[in-house]
């Protein structure tokens, strides 16, 4: 009786020193009701920031969950003694408050802090003292359970969000992302998780803002001025919700909450935007966040209804704001602890000291905690349905994946979409709609899709385009520098095509061209290295420049707008002629038809006058002969035998005819073969200039020059030539064995040399005309054709390619390339598919064989018809 006495009487006493205690000024929290006899009471250690208002929202969820928990548990054998400590938004302070904790209460758990600066140096010592550390508040992904088991999240890791940022990046195709973040372990924790996730997607992060805590006004404008001068236009920021309020106020002054602009923010802001002031809100129009799904409940009405009654209750001069999932949380997680130190039957505060040489004077009088590893692990095996939703750890955090996604239009957040692993972003929780997303409104008050990338709307940045300086082949490009104006005027093939595709462009691009290496008329050493300055300096390189896989590493190429491939071109030969040229003008096939038919006719013009005529009689050798006699005598109409019958006469009125055709058509192709002097080229393919140690030349400062080598030739082996007229001289002098370039350059030497250049197949000698003395021979080496250069990951080279396509499919692209190389498809060029050049086919003369054959046949029918009737007669 005495010793229940006595227990009224020491809660009496602390409730009187909690009520006499400023209530966030490191007093104690104790259940507002009595307790039972034998009651055992556990420490608990409170850190929270309790002058700000984030640690007066937490503070009035933990009491009133310590009210709640044990009004609705009144037989439970323990009780939580909660005592506070105000961390004054201070690493250090929050450390000293600890470690009070820790050592002068011996706190068997520290509840807090409230951020994730502030607990790595907490949760260290709790670790050492096997003192479990709980935050519902501390986010960052750098403090993490596996290393430090004695830390329990009791909220959502920062990480966990990041696959639902990409997620939301990825389903409006946006290529580079900029990430704004603060310069603290919190800020910074979840960087590597959002670089790693963009990537596997497909974007890029070409930049990231990092914002000091104690950046000024004119600081943050300079930092945003930079931002508004790159070409990408979604921004991912992590930040507290205070700096972030600050950032958009001033984001609003320099105008990037206009259209074209996209914000993203992750749940540290989404979650608190309810919270936030009008003014912080206002700034943030058209912004999308993350945020913790709450599911809305009865329940949730209830904890709000009453959780603003308590907070109005400890600070009576402050309205009372919306609660958020952190004052869930923080109300979840004291009744976890609380079931947890039931479930663990933990005994009164049993601690040993620590090893002697713990270096530290105020880390000296720490002891390990004795109920610590227990008391672990109840809390983690304590499931729940609690006010956030189902409370469940695993790995010592909290399970909870499903993110909605909100747009930030009037006073609050609207929700446009859910997140899950499992399903990724769809509109609706259990449904089955299609539409994953509704709509968006976006900075500017649109609903206009943002591309996600624009061109600087700085007048004065303009894109500096490298251009390369030639000696010939200034069809492709030209520049022309006036002494006289100081001005430098660009023209040519590859000029007209980018100028036509920029027009192509849903923006305007305001761009200069550059000559490489200066308009003094300096030649373009080597366009690898007129390349390589689009990564450091310059913005593109436009002109006939070759798409290939070495260059690619460190630039990006537009699709090609020309042909692509390297040939060769060689000089020619006349070819020997020899004796048997005279059955060059008609095919093989044609030949034997052409006997079959003669033998044909001679066999059915016997077998009808035999009868009838004596000329045509007489022993079976003789008849024979006069078979192949009469049927080749008609060749030269030399033929004196009379025919009697008037089906023979048909017959052979009809094999003249065809005999006529024949004669005429083999003495014109024979004409022409005769007349014609045929040529063949001096080299059909790559091995034979290899086998021989042939020079071969090519076009100065192309990549051809590699490639050769990679073929096996040597250096001594390559000359290199500057324009078309020294491809001619080098060739007609024999400097070179063959000239290597790409397709496109060998178009224009055609479309220039019409009269002087052949074509040949593949490994294949076509007749070539009288007059030409080059031809283009040679298995083609693949390339990439010609593109334009742009930096590794710029949107620009993806709109560029797209307006090419749309070029090369209309009529303008063909404009282009009659302007600057004729009409080179008029050109004639020798090959099999020559009229002039080539031998007669049986296909010709098909259908004048058809006719005689069955004109033939039938009068024999009509012979034999009527040598059987006479006999029935």
Request: hydrophobic fraction near 45%; charge should be neutral; charged fraction near 20%.
């Amino acid at each position: 009786m005495l010793n229940y006495h006595f227990s009224l009487v020491l809660l009496f006493f602390f409730s009187f020193i909690c009520c006499s205690f400023d209530k966030h000024g490191g007093g104690l929290l104790l259940p507002a009701f009595g307790m039972a006899q034998n009651t055992t009471i556990v420490h608990v250690g409170l850190v929270l920031d309790l002058e700000i208002l984030a640690g007066k929202r937490s503070h009035a969820s933990i009491s009133m969950a310590l009210d709640d928990f044990y009004a609705s548990h009144p037989s439970y054998k323990t009780r939580l003694l909660i005592h506070s400590r105000d961390s004054k938004q201070d690493i250090i302070h929050a450390a000293s408050a600890a470690l009070d904790l820790m050592k002068n209460t011996q706190a068997q758990v520290i509840i807090g802090p409230y951020r994730s600066s502030q607990a790595e140096f907490i949760i260290n010592i709790g670790n050492k003292i096997q003192v479990p550390v709980i935050s519902f508040s501390a986010t960052s992904p750098a403090l993490a359970p596996e290393r430090t088991p004695y830390f329990v999240r009791t909220t959502n890791n920062d990480s966990s969000q990041v696959a639902a940022i990409s997620a939301f990046v990825k389903s409006f195709g946006w290529r580079e992302v900029v990430l704004v973040y603060e310069d603290t372990s919190f800020g910074s924790g979840i960087i590597p998780y959002l670089v790693d996730v963009f990537q596997s997607i497909g974007a890029k992060v070409p930049y990231r803002s990092i914002i000091s805590l104690s950046v000024n006004d004119d600081q943050l404008k300079e930092e945003l001025y930079k931002l508004m001068a790159m070409q990408t236009r979604v921004f991912i920021v992590h930040m507290e919700p205070h700096l972030a309020s600050r950032l958009f106020t001033k984001v609003n002054e320099v105008g990037m909450m206009e259209e074209g602009y996209v914000w993203i923010m992750t749940d540290v802001i989404g979650n608190m935007l309810d919270s936030l002031n009008s003014r912080s809100v206002e700034a943030m129009q058209g912004a999308v966040a993350m945020r913790s799904y709450m599911p809305r409940s009865e329940e949730m009405e209830n904890f709000t209804r009453r959780w603003k009654a308590r907070f109005r209750q400890e600070n009576p001069i402050s309205e009372p704001p919306e609660p958020t999932v952190f004052e869930a949380r923080a109300y979840d997680t004291l009744w976890t602890l609380a079931m947890a130190v039931e479930n663990a039957t933990v005994s009164s505060s049993s601690f040993r000291k620590l090893p002697q040489g713990y270096n530290s004077t105020d880390l000296g009088g720490l002891s390990v905690s004795q109920n610590g590893p227990k008391l672990l692990e109840a809390i983690l095996s304590t499931r729940f349905r609690g006010i956030a939703g189902d409370f469940v750890l695993v790995n010592g955090q909290l399970n909870s994946s499903v993110y909605e996604i909100v747009n930030v239009i009037g006073k609050a957040g609207r929700r446009i979409a859910f997140w899950t692993p499992e399903l990724g972003i769809f509109k609706q929780l259990n449904s089955t709609s299609s539409v994953s997303l509704k709509t968006v409104i976006w900075p500017g008050d649109t609903t206009s899709l943002p591309k996600g990338w624009e061109m600087p709307r700085d007048k004065e940045r303009k894109l500096k385009i490298l251009v390369p300086v030639k000696n010939g082949f200034k069809e492709f490009v030209n520049i022309a520098f006036d002494n006289t104006t100081n001005r430098t005027t660009v023209t040519g093939y590859c000029i007209d095509v980018f100028e036509a595709v920029m027009q192509l462009l849903p923006y305007a691009v305001s761009y200069e061209y550059v000559p490489y290496p200066n308009a003094k008329g300096q030649i373009a050493d080597n366009y690898t290295n007129m390349v390589l300055q689009v990564s450091s300096q310059f913005d593109a390189v436009v002109g006939d420049t070759t798409i290939i896989a070495s260059r690619s590493k460190y630039v990006d190429f537009t699709l090609p707008y020309t042909e692509s491939g390297v040939s060769m071109i060689v000089p020619v030969k006349a070819e020997k002629r020899n004796m048997w040229i005279f059955l060059t003008p008609l095919s093989s096939e044609l030949w034997l038809w052409t006997l079959g038919l003669f033998l044909f006719i001679g066999l059915i013009l016997c077998l009808i006058e035999t009868r009838i005529n004596p000329e045509f009689q007489g022993p079976p050798l003789q008849q024979l002969g006069m078979i192949f006699y009469f049927s080749f005598s008609i060749l030269t109409f030399a033929h004196r035998e009379r025919l009697v019958s008037n089906l023979s006469r048909i017959i052979v009125l009809l094999w003249v005819f065809v005999v006529l055709i024949l004669t005429s058509a083999y003495t014109a192709s024979l004409t022409s073969f005769l007349t014609v002097q045929p040529l063949e080229p001096t080299v059909t393919d790559v091995s034979e200039l290899l086998k021989n140690n042939k020079i071969v030349g090519y076009q100065d400062g192309s990549y051809v020059a590699d490639l050769l080598k990679g073929l096996g030739f040597k250096a001594y082996q390559l000359k290199n030539y500057s324009s078309l007229e020294q491809y001619i001289d080098a060739l007609n002098k024999s400097e070179v064995a063959a000239i290597f370039d790409d397709i496109p350059s060998l178009k224009l030497f055609v479309s220039q040399n019409c009269a002087n250049v052949a074509m040949a197949g593949k490994n294949i000698i076509g007749k070539i005309y009288k007059a030409a003395h080059i031809a283009m021979v040679g298995k083609t080496f693949k390339t990439g054709g010609f593109g334009f250069v742009f930096p590794l990951g710029s949107p620009l080279a993806r709109d560029v390619s797209r307006a090419i396509l749309s070029l090369t499919q209309s009529n303008k692209m063909t404009t282009i390339e009659r302007k600057w190389f004729g009409d080179v498809t008029s050109c004639p060029h020798g090959g099999d598919d020559d009229p002039g050049l080539s031998n007669l086919k049986l296909q010709s003369f098909g259908g004048l064989f058809l006719i005689t054959g069955v004109v033939t046949a039938l009068t024999f029918f009509l012979h034999i018809s009527h040598v059987l009737f006479s006999k029935q007669g």
